[in-house]
């Protein structure tokens, strides 16, 4: 389809563990186009973080197609899905995973040193992203002396400067209180609005109804995909 950034054709995957075969994902297809916000719900082991890992090319399906910005991922090389994977997808986990060493603004700038951009330009363009996350006064700061709310605004801003087409979230507030929470979610919807396509894995319904678009997964499959006016 023209103007899809992401695209899942009958895409299934079983982890097999001992002699169990697990279905994770059992026969999932959707379209997602380059300006939508879509949230993916689920009860717990419904398949919602398979189903990202899928999506963002972080693992690869057992059967069926991922199609991500036109192209057929089954074609190419690891290492050429992991290029794609950079320019196109910024990530962002209910962890955080930041780097507890680096400060602030060198988690911000290391994708950028992936794509071999000079640093003088990494520094400028992470300061930028953090600047848009309101933590322009917490540059040299380590994460371990910031709050839930301001750790995740960062990975936001590191998901944020290879400036992807897409942001994948899994449970990005649910490590937060409610209130926390709820502003780093009106952060993926300015996000969305300055035109980057954003899919947030949750499991809070409250969260999930606030998106135009949710796709209800139960035991591997889409049960629903709701659009809201
Ligand atoms: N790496 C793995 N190895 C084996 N089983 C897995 C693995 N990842 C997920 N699963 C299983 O697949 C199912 C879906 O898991 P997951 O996608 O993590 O669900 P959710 O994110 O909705 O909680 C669960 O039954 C889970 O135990
Ligand atoms: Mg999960």
Redesign the pocket.
Known sequence: MAGSIVCLKDVHKT?V?GELA?H?LRGISFEAGASEFISIL?P???????CMNMIGCLDRPTEGDVFIAGENTAMMSDKDLAVLRNETVGFVFQQYHLLYNLNVLENVMLPLRYQGIPIEQRKRRAAEELDKVGLSDRLKHRPNELSGGQKQRVAIARALVTRPKIILADEPTGALDSETGKSVLDLFFDINRQGTAVIVVTHDLDIGAMAPRSINLKDGLIVSDIKRP
């Open positions: 982890f563990v697990v994770a689920g717990s082991g419904s398949g919602k973080s398979t």
